[in-house]
């Protein structure tokens, strides 16, 4: 039971250029959303996060858009740079239950080529 | 100024044995997660920690896998006979406070166990 989908498994995107990053959810409960930067053998790094109650929230490159009717949110960068070139993981809350429990979902594997 | 701390960052055990992965929170930090990413897979949460009390243990395996976090010392997740399918990397983090805003959650830089 997958609660939070990224259903492309990789991306690949021009130095520059957008990067846009999906994840589908199915838990109306979900209130909190982030996003994650993983390298290999490290741990993920957070990015950005939205609250249910807005639709947009942006910081600097990275910018989230969530669309609750659709349960679907999306990450943004641009310009991309190749040191983006990262797994890309979306996670998610309820935050009503308060016990930093995330639900993540599989992983974008992004490429910025020069 | 240290992160979350985890060791050790590889683990090599045969089947059978005991893994026992340790987890020392950022400083100032009492809330304590375990996670773990199987290969190929995003990480799911295995169990939520506060100083000598687990408060959420929903993600943890019902058998082999036990965590805790002592009133002094690290935290530890200890997995009893492990098997091939426990091969995974295990993830650590900590926040402040359980009324977190997402951008509090600390993550370590993982430990990669490896059941032979």
């Known amino acids: 039971d997958q609660q939070v989908k990224q259903n492309s498994p990789s991306l690949s995107v021009q130095e520059g250029r957008i990067s846009i990053l999906n994840c589908d959810y199915t838990?109306?409960?979900?209130?909190?959303f982030l996003w994650y930067k993983k390298y290999p053998a490290e741990g993920p790094t957070f990015l950005i996060s939205i609250s249910s109650i807005k639709d947009k929230n942006e910081d600097g490159r990275f910018t989230v858009f969530l669309n609750k009717s659709a349960k679907h949110l999306s990450l943004h960068i641009v310009p991309s740079q190749p040191g983006d070139s990262a797994v890309y993981f979306c996670a998610a809350s309820a935050g009503s239950s308060n016990t930093g429990k995330l639900i993540f979902g599989q992983g974008t594997t992004l490429q910025v080529k020069p | 100024n240290a992160g979350v701390m985890q060791n050790p960052r590889h683990l090599v055990r045969r089947r059978g044995q005991e893994a026992r992965l340790r987890c020392s929170p950022m400083k100032g930090h009492s809330h304590v997660y375990w996670y773990r990413q199987l290969p190929e897979e995003g990480l799911k949460f295995m169990v939520y920690l506060q100083k000598e009390n687990i408060i959420d243990e929903s993600g943890m395996p019902k058998e082999r896998f036990s965590a805790e976090f002592p009133k002094e010392g690290p935290s530890i997740l200890r997995i009893q006979q492990v098997v091939r399918g426990d091969s995974a990397a295990y993830f650590c983090a900590s926040s402040p406070t359980s009324d977190y805003s997402g951008n509090t959650i600390y993550f370590g830089e993982g430990s990669w166990l490896t059941v032979v």
């Open positions: 838990n109306s409960m979900f209130d909190y």
